[in-house]
């Protein structure tokens, strides 16, 4: 086989790795997430953080519409991809939960956060694959959830986990989104 | 208010479902819809980065074929075109796959 049929046969594979992973590849999603969460850390600003969320949840998602189209996945895809976020939304829930109640001197949530991140990237970039940048964005925000025991914290632990999720969240968001628009970009 | 409109799939002999699926455009546009329930248009033309004129004689010929099911929809007064690949489709496109990995092995 020559080097062009390889070529071909890998971009074919590219396309259709994308296109399995066409939802977790839309970043502006995250940022949204982020950004109202990032609000919603800091006190007094829960209702512009709903706000936000909304705002470029629904402006994202018509960006993706118009620009690219619309793909429905797999159902059991789709399946299995509801079931951990929803899964791992529950658990950083409870975590933040235990944030509130100041059970632990480390930030729970984020920490929960983390670990649920690594089950929510392996299924959602299951084709494309999980980048280093995004293993280090796992990594920083268990550091960041165990730095709270050093004991320099000024603020809540509620609202540091919710901030640094958030953080987390929107660099991931526009990686993703640079990805996608980088796999789609037309061929100069 | 949205209609639908679904094309019937005249049916092709194996030979010529070989020959079609041979071509690497064709090639790309089933290994896509594999991976997915269904694709707009403009989302193939996106991933695989066709042109519309391009796009639209390959389908039209993976339609004829019965490769593949094309929907035309309506949202508002905006004409929407959905690709489904058949059965028949996903069947040609994984054994196509299979005997590139077979070559692969043997080269």
Redesign the interface.
């Known amino acids: 086989?020559t080097d062009e049929f390889d070529q071909?046969?890998a971009?074919?594979?590219r396309?259709?790795?994308?296109?399995?992973d066409?939802k977790g590849l839309q970043g502006l999603f995250n940022v949204g997430l982020g950004v109202g969460l990032l609000f919603t850390a800091v006190p007094g600003y829960n209702g512009i953080g709903a706000l936000f969320m909304i705002v470029i949840t629904v402006a994202g998602h018509t960006y993706y519409v118009k620009?690219?189209?619309?793909?429905?996945?797999?159902?059991r895809r789709n399946r299995t991809v509801i079931i951990v976020w929803f899964l791992g939304a529950l658990l950083v829930w409870g975590g933040l939960g235990l944030d509130a109640s100041g059970a632990a001197p480390i930030a729970l949530g984020a920490l929960v956060a983390a670990v649920a991140l690594i089950g929510f990237d392996l299924v959602a970039y299951r084709?494309v694959g999980v980048t280093a940048l995004h293993w280090a964005l796992i990594v920083i925000l268990a550091l960041a959830a165990l730095a709270p025991a050093l004991g320099w914290l000024s603020i809540g632990l509620w609202n540091y986990s919710l901030g640094s999720i958030a953080i987390v969240l929107v660099i991931q968001g526009l990686v993703d989104h640079w990805r996608l628009t980088r796999?789609?970009e037309?061929?100069r | 208010m949205s209609r639908e409109k679904t094309r019937p799939e005249p049916g092709r002999g194996p030979e010529v479902i070989e020959k079609l699926v041979r071509d690497?455009t064709r090639?790309?546009i089933l290994?896509?819809l594999?991976?997915?329930?269904?694709?707009?248009?403009?989302?193939?033309?996106?991933?695989?980065?066709l042109t519309q004129g391009n796009l639209s004689s390959h389908l039209a010929k993976l339609e004829s074929a019965g490769l593949i099911v094309v929907l035309k929809t309506f949202e508002g007064k905006k004409p929407v075109t959905?690709l489904v690949i058949t059965p028949l489709g996903r069947e040609a496109i994984d054994r196509h796959w299979e005997q590139?990995e077979a070559?692969?092995r043997i080269?």
Do not use: C, W
């Not at chain 1, 396309?15 to 399995?20: C, G, Q, R, S, T």
């Not at chain 2, 991976?35 to 193939?44: D, G, K, M, V």
């Open positions: 086989m071909n046969l971009a074919i594979r396309a259709a790795d994308v296109a399995a066409y620009k690219y189209g619309r793909a429905t996945p797999q159902p084709h796999a789609m037309p061929t | 690497h090639m790309g290994t896509v594999s991976q997915l329930q269904s694709a707009e248009f403009l989302f193939l033309q996106s991933t695989l980065k959905r590139l070559l692969r080269t």
